[in-house]
């Protein structure tokens, strides 16, 4: 069982930036992924950044170019900074891990019952 403890939401005006923590209590292995999901009112859960196979990077179309994952291993612990915010950043973000790797749909590897460990979530809340 791996526990996920998100950490740095908050409220921001647009333009500015926020850091997410996620901190994992055990190692996640290299065949594994680990990432960030964000859910805003009345949308379905969507994935934003996930850290795949042998530490490879893929960011959704919604928010590449303005935020960066990046793995620490020593920690534990991945960061989500989050550059550039809009209004329709806002959401609850949500760290997600699996020991058994993330398979690819519609060339995303954002299915959601890949993901077996989720944290409890931190809001994020942009205004205009």
């Known amino acids: 069982q791996v526990q996920l403890v998100e950490s740095g939401g908050g409220s921001v005006q647009a333009g500015g930036s926020l850091t997410l923590s996620c901190a994992a209590s055990?190692?996640?292995?290299?065949?594994?992924?680990m990432g960030w999901f964000r859910q805003g009112p009345g949308k379905e859960r969507e994935g934003i950044a996930t850290?795949?196979?042998?530490?490879?990077?893929y960011y959704s179309d919604s928010v590449r170019g303005r935020f960066t994952i990046s793995p620490d291993a020593a920690k534990r612990t991945i960061y989500l900074q989050m550059n550039s915010l809009k209004p329709e950043d806002t959401a609850m973000y949500y760290c997600a891990a699996s020991q058994d790797g993330c398979t690819w749909r519609n060339g995303a590897p954002f299915i959601v019952g890949d993901y077996r460990y989720w944290g409890q979530g931190t809001q994020v809340t942009v205004s205009a």
């Open positions: 055990a190692y996640i292995s290299l065949s594994g992924c």
């Open positions: 850290v795949y196979t042998d530490r490879n990077i």
